[in-house]
């Protein structure tokens, strides 16, 4: 089955810095999607982004398809961006998401 | 309104009890899953839904037991688990399956 990658695993930042995580994928996907799980558990959709460049304040994200790998940017980092950062993918066919092992940011004030 | 409901937000079960968490979204959704999430892991699915007909089982134990009453709802029926069950249950929905996903806030299931 397709191996989704995230990196780095895990990443220690002060309040106010910029920060980029990493998703590499195997195979052909029809989806991918960005999550951010907060303390609670709640998985919180930031981007769906099979291809392509978003962005929404802060965030940003691309996805280059071609070269099975997408890029998860954050700037400015606040507290409230502390959790854990998952990439999803759905590989064509497939009918679900498969995750990486997520990476957990953690914003010091 | 891009949301998904779940209740109970937490439970707590004996082995020998029969539960169920139940899943609800009004977004016209017509595939509706469930995942299973484990402390510092990512989740995992165990059921897909496709227009009400289960169409993906993860090789999941028959002490777990889907239901899809209606369009909008999607129920796990729990029965003789074991504390290895324990675990966070997510519950999500998408247009279409291959289409982008939202979930719910997620059942935190203790089993005794």
């Known amino acids: 089955g397709i191996q989704v990658e995230q990196s780095p695993p895990d990443l220690i930042l002060q309040e106010g810095a910029n920060s980029t995580l990493r998703c590499n994928f195997s195979?052909?996907?029809?989806?991918l999607q960005w999550f951010h799980q907060n303390p609670w558990g709640q998985l919180i959709n930031l981007f769906y982004?099979?291809?392509g460049t978003k962005q929404n304040g802060r965030l940003s994200a691309t996805t280059v398809a071609t070269e099975r790998y997408s890029l998860l940017y954050i700037s400015s980092s606040q507290t409230t961006d502390s959790g854990v950062y998952f990439c999803?993918?759905?590989?064509?066919?497939?009918?679900?998401?498969?995750f990486g092992q997520g990476t957990r940011l953690t914003i010091n004030p | 309104d891009t949301e998904v409901t779940q209740t109970p937000k937490h439970l707590v079960m004996g082995m020998t009890n029969k539960k169920s968490l139940k899943c609800e979204q009004h977004?016209?959704?017509?595939?509706m899953y469930w995942y299973k999430q484990k402390a510092k892991k990512p989740p995992e699915l165990m059921f897909v839904?496709?227009?009400?007909?289960?169409?993906i089982n993860e090789s999941v134990p028959s002490r777990f037991s889907p239901e899809c009453p209606n369009s909008s709802l999607l129920n796990l029926h729990l029965h003789a688990l074991q504390p290895e069950d324990s675990a966070l249950y997510l519950c999500?929905?998408?247009?279409?399956?291959?289409?982008?996903?939202?979930f719910g806030p997620g059942t935190r299931l203790t089993v005794t």
């Open positions: 999500a929905s998408s247009h279409r399956d291959g289409y982008e996903q939202y």
């Open positions: 195979d052909s996907v029809n989806n």
């Open positions: 982004i099979p291809s």
């Open positions: 999803a993918t759905d590989p064509r066919g497939a009918q679900k998401l498969v």
């Open positions: 977004m016209g959704h017509r595939a």
């Open positions: 839904y496709s227009y009400e007909k289960l169409s």
